[in-house]
């Protein structure tokens, strides 16, 4: 196991679009167990690959008070959704920061397991948030795009001189 690095907003790398996965092997295993150990060290509810720069597309999540509910969700597609409901979302890639963002209420997802097996599970309130937040991580899209660009580049100029003064 192994603590991730996460790379932080306005990194290039979270705009990168991930691929599909299709060798489901030890590797793959290896990277959803150190996904999940990065994700509840944080602590957070969800970690998409991208954001630890492997970009396939892979996201974990838990979002339950336990913390005893690990989801991995591999080549998810949102099959279905409706009804419309805005959520404070944080991002363990833009730390401090928590706005507003307008999301479906219900999702219909298919997804694959380690073993490249397929199933279906619909998913509401912060779950559903969660998935619609980490697949769009997959995209290279962050929760800030969904903000005015004054305050997306009120976050941008924050972050880049925390990160300027953390490399001094
Ligand atoms: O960076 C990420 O993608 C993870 C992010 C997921 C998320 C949070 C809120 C709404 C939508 C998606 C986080 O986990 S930020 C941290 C956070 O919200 C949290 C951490 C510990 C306990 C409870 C919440
Ligand atoms: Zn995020």
Redesign the pocket.
């Known amino acids: 196991m192994a603590l991730l690095n996460i790379l932080h907003f306005p990194d290039t790398r979270l705009r990168t679009v991930a691929k599909p996965v299709t060798e489901f092997d030890a590797e793959l295993k290896q990277l959803v167990s150190d996904l999940f150990e990065t994700m509840y060290e944080a ?6 690959a991208t ?1 630890v720069d492997r970009h396939i597309r892979l996201l974990v999540l838990d979002v339950s008070e336990g913390r005893d509910r690990p989801r991995c969700l591999i080549n998810p597609q949102i099959i279905a959704s409706d009804g419309e409901e805005e ?1 404070d ?5 833009v730390p401090g920061f928590y706005e507003k963002v307008s999301r479906a209420e219900r999702i219909r997802v298919r997804a694959q397991n380690t073993d490249g097996e397929v199933s279906e599970f619909e998913a509401e309130g912060l779950e559903a ?2 998935i619609q ?2 697949m769009d ?1 997959l995209e290279g899209k962050l929760f800030v795009d969904y903000l005015s660009s004054l305050k997306r580049n009120r976050i941008r100029s924050k972050l880049v001189k925390q990160q300027k003064q953390q490399a001094k």
């Open positions: 602590p957070g509810i969800g970690l998409a954001q959520m979302e944080g991002c363990l890639s948030v969660c937040h980490e991580h």
